[in-house]
């Protein structure tokens, strides 16, 4: 039983690219997470989703990202115009998301995107 | 102020004493979690616990409701434990809220 996937594991941009990011969750789960870890800091969320929907954005930058999680495939977050402070792991966790109770959550191994 | 909120943020210790890591939090919370990054940088989670203990192996778990604080034991340390270890906390959208982590180095 496969984990987290994420790809690429390592992306390298130049100022003004796009940067697109992947991840499948662990078979079975349909809730996603992505979060952020800046150089020498801590972990900070991003957004969730479920299966075609976006249920908390609220750690997304108002510009310039943005993620989904299609019917089918992987779920993708978006950089566009990336920027030398976009630089950073972005680590995706998926859950099953039951109900009645705390879920708890599965890390993929993390795509470190680097822009020069 | 953090929400979350470790001590200390960096620790050593020499092989076979016993680790303690603490963890408060501010906010109401559905569970809090204990999870460990390697210096590769992959993320393990080791305990989800919403009341009392949990041990696996020489990890050791607690958390104390009334006084929003945990606290993760390591017993008979060893250097393959060297690692951060991150405490993080989930509201009721389970999403995960992250305290800075501690920096632990086991010495032979």
Redesign the interface.
């Known amino acids: 039983n496969a984990g987290v996937m994420q790809n690429p594991r390592h992306l390298v941009r130049r100022r003004g690219q796009e940067a697109r990011l992947r991840c499948s969750p662990m078979k079975g789960h349909s809730?996603v997470?992505w979060?952020r870890q800046l150089p020498e800091?801590?972990?900070?969320?991003m957004v969730?989703l479920q299966k075609e929907n976006i249920?908390?954005e609220s750690?997304m930058p108002k510009e310039r990202f943005s993620a989904e999680f299609p019917k089918e495939g992987p779920s993708i977050l978006r950089i566009q115009q990336v920027v030398r402070g976009d630089s950073a792991?972005y680590?995706c966790?998926s859950?099953s998301?039951l109900a009645g109770?705390?879920?708890?959550?599965?890390?993929g191994?993390?795509t470190?995107l680097t822009v020069l | 102020k953090n929400e979350v909120e470790q001590s200390p943020q960096n620790l050593t210790a020499q092989e076979g004493e016993f680790i303690t890591i603490n963890c408060s939090y501010s906010v109401g919370i559905s569970a809090l979690h204990w999870l460990q990054q390697h210096p590769g940088g992959g993320i393990v989670s080791l305990f989800m616990l919403s009341s009392g203990k949990k041990k696996h192996g020489r990890l050791i778990a607690t958390i104390n409701i009334q006084e929003k604080h945990s606290s993760l034991h390591i017993t008979a340390s060893h250097p393959r434990d060297s690692a951060v270890y991150i405490c993080a906390v989930t509201d009721n959208t389970d999403k995960l809220i992250f305290g800075t982590g501690t920096r632990l180095q086991v010495f032979p």
């Open positions: 809730h997470y979060y800091e801590g972990l900070k969320f969730y249920i908390d750690g792991a680590f966790a859950s998301g109770g705390p879920n708890e959550q599965f890390f191994p993390g470190r």
